[in-house]
């Protein structure tokens, strides 16, 4: 590549943190009096990607108006310039155009065929010889809607033969989209059958990406891409036999780990502490504090107070957020989109709250107790006593005698019996069990009402301004925490720039990232003081909706007055939405990740498995012992927000809370 090619100026977003440095490439081009329109596929390229730079708003920051206006002028005759070289395109020169193609301009020169239509002017065969001598621009190329409804045969015969086009297909239907994506078309002769058929052979291919494997086994049949069980299962077997192959190969070597280790010392000198150690977890919990309030109600609240199973709000803890993922986590591997999210934070707190389970039941043995009696006690006799429930409400629990798998058997249905018994009180302000018998099906978990109006709070993704704000403030690909004086302090979110630091000029600011605050500042959320600092103008609107995206939602009857007034006001501006259930959305997605294919299809389903009987061999005690463990942990959760939602109703009766 030669020194020119090298420093071409190229457009990638508004938000690009590059834009500046890749904009002042092209500067000297831009302060030309004089321009011959360009006779290189190169430079008729760069005046077409400086042009959008203009047109996008992006100025560096030492242009005056005056020259941002000159400029805006120029790049009006670059357009033309452009549109005239891209119209000599066809047939008879389009091979040597593209092979003179610097890799950068790939992206803008199919943007332009596509926009100026000048695939009219070349053939199937043409483009063909260009998928041949470079197979990676079918990605590029399938971006264009027009260009694949053009040319359909051509593109069907490369994707039938291409060895990534699994991949292709399963980021079109299955994988999750990131924040960079972008959609792909594909041709309609493409037929069902021939992507079951691409799909089957890539996995037996060399070149098939383990990760992909999962997707394949758990994806969704719709009418467009509908995976047969064989195929489904034969990525199944692989996935086995490679995961196996891998963790013999890696057993020796310095694999990735992380486990979590829990003890309960006397003499402990807090009730519970934590700290991470060489990746693992470890918690310790004082066994000082367990016996001295050995009630069993105090023992049922040690899930809230010592295990944290609850957050202040009384929301679980336990849920996968997306906040949580890390940027790597976020960009590497791929995922469904129908997947429910386990990255390492999640798969952690899993490990930690199973522990928990297991540990705490058996610190409660030596106490003459059982969690599963706990439960019992709670649900059969607490609930009426403090909140007024049904007196005849009824938890059965397994004995302790019993195997994991009957224990298992027992469990299940009584989880859908508590679940059922509070739909009817809260429906009719009592549970009558003769019509609750009459219902068999299970009930839905987004089903169970709630006592209370406004439960929770969820940030209407269907709002542009919601979404909008929600991205300028705490997103962390957003550019406008990066500002003089405070780059080196590397702030990831606005939000975080602001809580941080006082002196926040907006003047520091480039010219690219002031559009986005002057929508801050239009919209009310922030303004420019005398001193020329920002400053936020309505605090508990933004701590709103930070709570709402670091949590997912929030607890409306858990803020105060204030915030309540606020929360409101917002919903009537169609910012947020409120919602009525026991469980909030999130909260749901992660009891039917762990009962149900339904929602998710890496779900473990145990609730078909176990009330249908297809579950693991009998013998597999492992296995149940680790499904009753679970059981118990979504039973005890379940108490959990049964109770607040109790808790909710009485104190606004008693006009307390």
Known sequence: MNERNRHRVVFHSTQDMAS?????????????????????????????????YIDNGVYLKNWSLEEIETFKKRVLEYGKFVCEFIAKIDDSNILTFHNSLIFEYYESFWMLINNLKRFKGISSDKIGQILTQEPHQIRTILKY??????????????????????????SIYEVRKDFNHVDLFLPNSLTIQDKEKIIFDYIDSEDCNTNYLPIIQNSKKS?????????????KRKHQEETSKFFDEKSNSSSMKYGVAISYPENASNIKEAKLKDSVAHYTYSLDFIKSNNHSYLLYQNFRLLFDYLDHQNRINLISKTNQLGLFEKMMGVRSRNEYCCGVSFRVSEMASQAQIFTYSNILNTLDNSLEEILQFVFNTVFAEKYGFANNATLTMPTTSALALEKVRTLAPELESVLKQYKLFVEDNQIDFELLQISSSP????????????????????NQEANSITNLFFSDQRSLAYVEPFKEKKYHTFFELLKNENNVYFSNYEDYQKDDLKYLIENNYIFIDPNDRIQVTNVQRVLILWDIFKNEFASFHHYPENAQREAVKMSEEGLTLFGSSLLSKPEQDYFNYYLNKSEFTNGLDLRNSYLHGTQANPSQTDLHENSYLIYLKLLTLILLKIEDDLLINKSKKDNSY
């Open 443 to 462: 009930s839905s978990m987004k089903d169970i009402p709630s006592l209370n109006e406004k439960k929770y709070i969820y940030l209407n993704t269907d």
């Open 20 to 52: 500046g440095y890749l904009l002042s490439q092209g500067e000297a081009i831009l302060k030309a009096e004089f321009f011959e329109a360009p006779s290189d596929i190169n430079d008729a390229l760069e005046l077409y990607n400086i042009k959008r």
């Open 145 to 170: 809607k027009k260009i694949v409804e053009r040319y359909q045969s051509v593109l069907r015969d490369f994707l039938l033969s291409y060895q990534q086009s699994a991949e292709i297909l399963l």
């Open 223 to 235: 009418n467009l891409f509908n995976l047969s069980d064989k195929t489904r299962l034969k990525a």
